[in-house]
């Protein structure tokens, strides 16, 4: 750092200010901002917009904890966070040990761009895809009853695991790229010293590999555990009528129902236990960055 | 040894697998797209009416242009504003740096749920309101952290005393700069701009909020479509924009490196 500094002075924000401020005066005007009327209209009765009458209340709120539907939902949205997350270790962490230790040189290169290519690609329309596959009379129905000797119906379009193939199939992909960054990172003669040292694989695996990689594991967890619990799209398109989240509810607050100021509650309140997380989280993410 | 080289092929297999979970959906509905049936019937026969008919459907073009304009002003400024925030965050310290730098997280970190109807209420409350101003504004301040995130990390490997010798040889501010780090920085710009357009191209949630009828992007109308029911043409346009935005992302991949390592 200190060879850095030598150009330019030191302790100069009088240069640096005209520079910083485009970036960041517009992400105050389209995010800091919003994100601080949002707050202050979740304590209003309606919106200040049009003469309409408006009153400061903390009804929104009371909305939330007096009806159990709002925190049933919340509940349905953190398990449908934590089953992803989970589902994403699992698949996604053995992946990321392939690529980080198994394979080698270009294919290794080539697989681990494939792997990540859809995670930048399209979200929505990658869900969309599922429904190929997933709708009855589909790929996956087709298929089975073709192998299969006894006519099942596969239907798994518009039900709970749906929406869980759907998430984990848009965020597995960053589960792997935080864990192959921290397994590559450990020194292989760590795994010898203790292959010679008598230990079985799995007794390397357990005490050497995953305690080493966690920093990796968590950052994953939380990449994926907090867009997960905000999602909402996800739900409608594959869950159907069972895809009702806490996500949709403020959706609908604001496409739908239009009652803005609960709906910014709601988003209020997920905003609040979003960054509960990050901040349980951010030590490790700090390290592993 | 036999033992390692078995489990060495069963991870090489499990790769495999893990590969057709993340690609048969997408070829799968490529290859619907390409099938004369509408209710998606088998056997497959080849068809490209539904592409024929993507051309025939002026609300659709419509949003894909507004899309690219979008993404294409979205790449413009947020590279150019990100670029010079890195700038000044390589090479001045000052009290406060630490703070800018963290204020980066919020805008990737917070689900974009949450963003969109912040901006929602605000622009709203302004006298924006919604439409493809309030688009732009949301996605060039969502592209913007990935801009200088990766510009940033570019500039770590640029050695400081390059500028050093430029300025000792007579070179103003301005051309040791333009002359000097900008060349070197420019893969990372570069990628940068890519990571925009990409952020802005394939946005949803963001523009659903703030798009009105007459003013919305393509993956907004995709999504109405979608909720009306399936269609072989939503297959159609879905699949040229999966292909676009891969190819994208592959363009991205010869600049920067994901990987963080060779």
Same mark, same amino acid.
């Given at each position: 750092?200190?060879?850095?500094?030598?150009?330019?002075?030191?302790?100069?924000?009088?240069?640096?200010?005209?520079?910083?401020?485009?970036?960041?005066?517009?992400?105050?005007?389209?995010?800091?901002?919003?994100?601080?009327?949002?707050?202050?209209?979740?304590?209003?009765?309606?919106?200040? @917009?049009?003469?309409?009458?408006?009153?400061?209340?903390?009804?929104?709120?009371?909305?939330?904890?007096?009806?159990?539907?709002?925190?049933?939902?919340?509940?349905?949205?953190?398990?449908?966070?934590?089953?992803?997350?989970?589902?994403?270790?699992?698949?996604?962490?053995?992946?990321?040990?392939?690529?980080?230790?198994?394979?080698?040189?270009?294919?290794?290169?080539?697989?681990?761009?494939?792997?990540?290519?859809?995670?930048?690609?399209?979200?929505?329309?990658?869900?969309?895809?599922?429904?190929?596959?997933?709708?009855?009379?589909?790929?996956?129905?087709?298929?089975?009853?073709?192998? @299969?000797?006894?006519?099942?119906?596969?239907?798994?379009?518009?039900?709970?695991?749906?929406?869980?193939?759907?998430?984990?199939?848009?965020?597995?992909?960053?589960?792997?790229?935080?864990?192959?960054?921290?397994?590559?990172?450990?020194?292989?003669?760590?795994?010898?010293?203790?292959?010679?040292?008598?230990?079985?694989?799995?007794?390397?695996?357990?005490?050497?590999?995953?305690?080493?990689?966690?920093?990796?594991?968590?950052?994953?967890?939380?990449?994926?555990?907090?867009?997960?619990?905000?999602?909402?799209?996800?739900?409608?398109?594959?869950?159907?009528?069972?895809?009702?989240?806490?996500?949709?509810?403020?959706?609908?607050?604001?496409?739908?129902?239009?009652?803005?100021?609960?709906?910014?509650?709601?988003?209020?309140? @997920?905003?609040?236990?979003?960054?509960?997380?990050?901040?349980?989280?951010?030590?490790? @993410?700090?390290?592993?960055? | 040894?036999?033992?390692?080289?078995?489990?060495?092929?069963?991870?090489?297999? #499990?790769?495999?697998?893990? +590969?057709?979970?993340?690609?048969? /959906?997408?070829?799968?509905?490529?290859?619907?797209?390409?099938?004369?049936? /509408?209710?998606?019937?088998?056997?497959?026969?080849?068809?490209?009416?539904?592409?024929?008919?993507?051309?025939?459907?002026?609300?659709?073009?419509?949003?894909?242009?507004?899309?690219?304009?979008?993404?294409?002003?979205?790449?413009? &400024?947020?590279?150019?504003?990100?670029?010079?925030?890195?700038?000044?965050? #390589?090479? #001045?310290?000052?009290?406060?740096?630490?703070?800018?730098?963290? +204020? &980066?997280?919020?805008?990737?970190?917070?689900?974009?749920?949450?963003?969109?109807?912040?901006? &929602?209420?605000?622009?709203?409350?302004?006298?924006?309101?919604?439409?493809?101003?309030?688009?732009?504004?949301?996605?060039?301040?969502?592209?913007?952290? #990935?801009?200088?995130?990766?510009?940033?990390?570019?500039?770590?490997?640029?050695?400081?005393?390059?500028?050093?010798?430029?300025?000792?040889?007579?070179?103003?501010?301005?051309?040791?700069?333009?002359?000097?780090? +900008?060349?070197?920085?420019?893969?990372?710009?570069?990628?940068?701009?890519?990571?925009?357009?990409?952020?802005?191209?394939?946005?949803?949630?963001?523009?659903?909020?703030?798009?009105? /009828?007459?003013?919305?992007?393509?993956?907004?109308?995709?999504?109405?479509?979608?909720?009306?029911?399936?269609?072989?043409?939503?297959?159609?346009?879905?699949?040229?924009?999966?292909?676009?935005?891969?190819?994208?992302?592959?363009?991205?991949?010869?600049?920067?490196?994901?990987?963080?390592?060779?």
């Amino acid at each position: 750092m200190a060879e850095q500094l030598a150009t330019g002075s030191r302790r100069a924000l009088r240069p640096a200010l005209p520079l910083l401020l485009p970036a960041y005066l517009w992400l105050t005007v389209a995010i800091f901002l919003p994100l601080s009327a949002m707050v202050f209209f979740s304590f209003m009765t309606d919106l200040p @917009l049009a003469g309409k009458e408006w009153a400061f209340t903390l009804g929104n709120y009371a909305a939330f904890f007096s009806q159990s539907l709002y925190s049933k939902l919340l509940f349905a949205s953190l398990r449908l966070g934590l089953e992803v997350t989970l589902w994403c270790v699992v698949i996604g962490y053995p992946a990321a040990y392939v690529l980080a230790k198994v394979l080698k040189g270009r294919s290794r290169e080539a697989i681990f761009l494939l792997v990540i290519l859809p995670f930048w690609s399209n979200g929505l329309v990658r869900i969309f895809s599922w429904a190929m596959v997933l709708r009855e009379g589909g790929i996956l129905d087709t298929t089975l009853n073709a192998v @299969l000797p006894s006519k099942i119906n596969i239907d798994l379009m518009y039900s709970y695991p749906a929406v869980i193939i759907g998430l984990v199939h848009s965020y597995v992909p960053y589960m792997v790229l935080t864990c192959y960054l921290t397994l590559q990172a450990i020194d292989d003669s760590l795994i010898e010293a203790g292959r010679s040292l008598g230990a079985s694989r799995l007794q390397v695996l357990k005490r050497v590999i995953i305690p080493l990689s966690m920093p990796g594991l968590i950052a994953g967890a939380a990449l994926i555990f907090v867009p997960v619990v905000g999602s909402f799209m996800e739900p409608r398109i594959l869950g159907g009528r069972t895809g009702t989240f806490y996500g949709t509810v403020i959706e609908d607050q604001f496409v739908a129902v239009f009652n803005w100021p609960l709906g910014a509650a709601l988003s209020f309140i @997920l905003l609040a236990v979003v960054l509960v997380i990050l901040g349980l989280a951010a030590p490790v @993410l700090r390290r592993a960055g | 040894m036999a033992t390692t080289r078995i489990l060495e092929w069963v991870g090489r297999f #499990y790769i495999f697998l893990l +590969l057709g979970f993340l690609y048969l /959906p997408i070829i799968i509905m490529g290859l619907m797209s390409f099938n004369a049936s /509408p209710f998606y019937q088998l056997p497959f026969e080849w068809t490209t009416d539904w592409y024929a008919s993507l051309w025939q459907n002026d609300q659709l073009i419509a949003a894909t242009w507004n899309s690219i304009e979008i993404a294409i002003i979205t790449t413009i &400024l947020s590279t150019v504003l990100g670029s010079m925030a890195s700038l000044a965050l #390589y090479r #001045y310290d000052f009290r406060g740096k630490k703070l800018l730098q963290a +204020l &980066l997280f919020p805008p990737i970190a917070i689900p974009w749920l949450i963003t969109g109807t912040a901006m &929602l209420i605000f622009f709203f409350g302004i006298g924006i309101g919604r439409g493809l101003i309030a688009i732009l504004l949301g996605h060039v301040a969502l592209a913007l952290p #990935y801009v200088i995130v990766v510009v940033s990390a570019r500039l770590q490997t640029f050695a400081p005393e390059l500028e050093e010798a430029a300025r000792s040889l007579g070179a103003n501010q301005w051309q040791v700069t333009v002359r000097v780090t +900008l060349p070197w920085i420019m893969p990372g710009v570069i990628a940068g701009g890519l990571f925009a357009f990409a952020v802005s191209f394939d946005q949803f949630v963001v523009s659903y909020f703030l798009s009105t /009828p007459g003013q919305t992007t393509l993956p907004v109308e995709i999504y109405a479509a979608i909720r009306k029911g399936f269609t072989p043409e939503i297959n159609a346009v879905s699949t040229i924009i999966i292909v676009v935005s891969m190819a994208l992302m592959l363009l991205t991949a010869r600049f920067f490196k994901f990987g963080g390592e060779k």
